[in-house]
């Protein structure tokens, strides 16, 4: 069976249910931003981030100690197709000690969130701010996937926000902006991406409708079936990593 390493939000993860017959999922990072992930680990006690569903604990967790590139490069070696999605940098970050936490709703309902002050000012998605520490992340990313000789197997996800459901229901966007207003805040990351040569994947446009029966509910970036099901066919094209042959002493051709 294949590994799949996913990191992003709920659409790299839902994406896994179409493909899990043929593919394990050998690690994933979920509410991190690049952000968060490039930089410096948090030092906070334990019960500054505790939460009741394990998942999300593990989660902000990961986010205080920057684990996605510890994480992803533990995870090469066993990956044949590495997935990504930008979902999460919506929230943007607060800058706390030498790094960065992401505004997470699980950050905003832990300890540690109700701790932060104007002393841990906050970087909005999609201002120069946080476009110019984003970048230095998603340099770093690149960096990883090319040194593990991985980036043939990566793909990234250009997910546009849908602005109604199948049945024509209008969605609410994020914040004060609408569906069509994020997808025009996200193009320059995207496009970043891809002039560092990392391979984005857009959705096509009859995919980009929201599920009204979503199990999470309707929402811009709960989409219906067909868009994972395309998903699913681009990893399924990604070809599987190259494994070194092991030579025995004495075999190799001295001719």
């Known amino acids: 069976m294949r590994g799949i390493f996913a990191y992003g939000g709920c659409v790299t993860r839902d994406s896994f249910e179409a493909i899990k017959a043929d593919y394990s999922l050998v690690g994933y990072v979920a509410r ?3 952000i968060s992930a490039a930089h410096q680990p948090i030092s906070v006690p334990n019960h500054a981030f505790q939460l009741n569903s394990r998942f999300q604990q593990r989660q902000l967790r990961g986010d205080i100690e920057s684990s996605l590139f510890p994480s992803l490069r533990d995870a090469l070696p066993r990956c044949d197709a590495v997935i990504l999605d930008l979902v999460v940098e919506r929230f943007g970050v607060r800058k706390y000690q030498d790094g960065f936490l ?3 709703n699980e950050l905003a309902r832990s300890q540690l969130g109700g701790s932060l002050t104007s002393a841990h000012p906050a970087i909005r998605f999609a201002t120069d701010r946080h476009f110019k520490l984003w970048s230095y992340g998603a340099r770093q990313l690149f960096n990883v996937l090319k040194g593990e000789d991985a980036l043939g197997r990566t ?5 546009p926000w849908a602005s109604r459901t199948r049945n024509g229901v209008e969605l609410a966007g994020f914040r ?8 025009g805040l996200y193009r320059p990351y995207y496009a970043y991406l891809r002039e560092l040569g990392i391979r984005v994947e857009r959705f096509p446009d009859a995919v980009v409708l929201s599920d009204d029966n979503h199990q ?6 709960h989409y219906i079936p067909e868009a994972y099901e395309w998903m699913a066919g681009i990893v399924r094209g990604i070809p599987p990593r190259q494994t070194r042959p092991i030579h025995s002493p004495g075999t190799e051709n001295h001719s």
């Open 32 to 34: 991190q931003s690049l």
């Open 102 to 104: 992401t505004r997470t």
């Open 176 to 183: 004060n902006h609408t569906p069509d207003e994020m997808n």
């Open 216 to 221: 999470w509910g309707p929402a811009p970036y």
């Open 155 to 159: 793909v990234v996800f250009e997910t």
